[in-house]
């Protein structure tokens, strides 16, 4: 049974780097069938997915967050994190590390997420 | 950048009912579209993945249709357990936008 567990510092402060783990149980983060992603929820919003990454290092980033976000996967540790720089109360929110699964490389390929961690709340606040 | 319009952002409906939700891409994206359920203080769950196609384990009362720009979701005769806020996500490629979700409540 594949779990996920997000993991890091519940508060942050503005301007600071935000930076999470999340910790893949049950299964491999190197499997050629799916990729891994952070999504996030302000309180009481909607779903916003920040980015993804693949075993080999490759990301995707929410253009919108692009210049502050980082993802980077360690296949020795069976995890990948997430930071985001500069942060502000608006990145205030739930934080989901979640497994995308893909159908192959020949195209259409399909993509969902099939697997979720139970998320972390991270407040930015002085 | 594809945008998601989802609606209503909100639904009261009784149990039995047919309940159906829309969610419109602002281009055309074939059928790369999947539809989650988030009930309060849990993750999201799959329900339907490539428009139509039900997740391995979900209820047949849930459904999904559509393609290119236009999608739509059904849960057909509503159950109390069905509360939820449920979100339609797109994925260009490998870049991926969510709907604004819809708010389910039973009368």
């Known amino acids: 049974q594949l779990q996920l567990h997000e993991s890091g510092p519940g508060l942050v402060k503005p301007s600071e780097t935000l930076s999470l783990t999340c910790t893949v149980s049950g299964g491999s983060i190197s499997s050629l069938s799916f990729y891994w992603g952070w999504i996030r929820q302000p309180p009481g919003k909607g779903l916003e997915w920040i980015g993804t990454?693949?075993?080999?290092?490759?990301?995707y980033y929410n253009p919108s967050l692009d210049s502050r976000v980082t993802i980077s996967v360690d296949t020795s540790k069976n995890h990948f994190s997430l930071k985001l720089s500069s942060v502000t109360a608006a990145d205030t929110a739930v934080y989901y590390c979640a497994r995308l699964y893909s159908s192959g490389w020949t195209a259409p390929t399909v993509y969902y997420f099939d697997s979720w961690g139970q998320g972390t709340l991270v407040a930015v606040s002085s | 950048d594809i945008q998601m319009t989802q609606s209503p952002s909100s639904l009261s409906a009784s149990v039995g009912d047919r309940v159906t939700i829309t969610c419109q891409a602002s281009?055309?994206?074939?059928?790369?579209l999947n539809w989650y359920q988030q009930k309060p203080g849990e993750a999201p769950k799959l329900l339907i993945y490539d428009a139509s196609n039900l997740e391995t384990g979900v209820p047949s009362r849930f459904s999904g249709s559509g393609s290119g720009t236009d999608f739509t979701f059904t849960i057909n005769s509503l159950q109390p357990e069905d509360i939820a806020t449920y979100y339609c996500q797109q994925y260009d490629n490998l870049w991926i936008t969510f709907g604004q979700g819809t708010r389910l409540e039973i009368k």
């Open positions: 990454v693949f075993y080999s290092g490759s990301t």
């Open positions: 281009q055309d994206i074939n059928n790369y």
